[in-house]
């Protein structure tokens, strides 16, 4: 019996490492298109922009959740006097999260 119950566990494992490792991807790739729709938003085009949404993936590892990516990408907008409610740059957040998540199962596995 104790063999089953350790292949089930393995199981649960690797799914739960499967599933965080596709859940910090879906995130990091969310910010990734953010990053390019804010710099779009700034006026920041070409290598500059990625470079900037590379800032924006950084940004996520400050604190847990999505509260150091939104100050940041807030702050910024807010130096280049970019109008844009809080409401209206957490909606496009989750707007492409939602993107994210849809190109990430449509992506064939690496």
């Known amino acids: 019996m104790s063999g089953s119950f350790e292949k089930r566990e393995r199981g649960f494992e690797t799914k739960w490492a499967h599933d965080e490792e596709l859940r910090f991807k879906v995130f990091a790739r969310r910010n990734k298109l953010l990053g390019l729709w804010a710099a779009a938003e700034m006026g920041v ?22 509260e150091d990516v939104f100050e940041k990408v807030r702050r910024d907008f807010d130096a280049k006097g970019v109008t844009l409610s809080d409401h209206m740059l957490r909606r496009k957040m989750e ?8 190109q990430a199962q449509t992506e064939p596995p690496k």
């Open 45 to 66: 085009s070409g290598p500059a922009a990625d470079s900037y949404a590379k800032e924006v993936i950084a940004s996520d590892f400050e604190k847990a959740g999505d």
């Open 95 to 102: 707007e492409l999260l939602e993107t994210a998540k849809q």
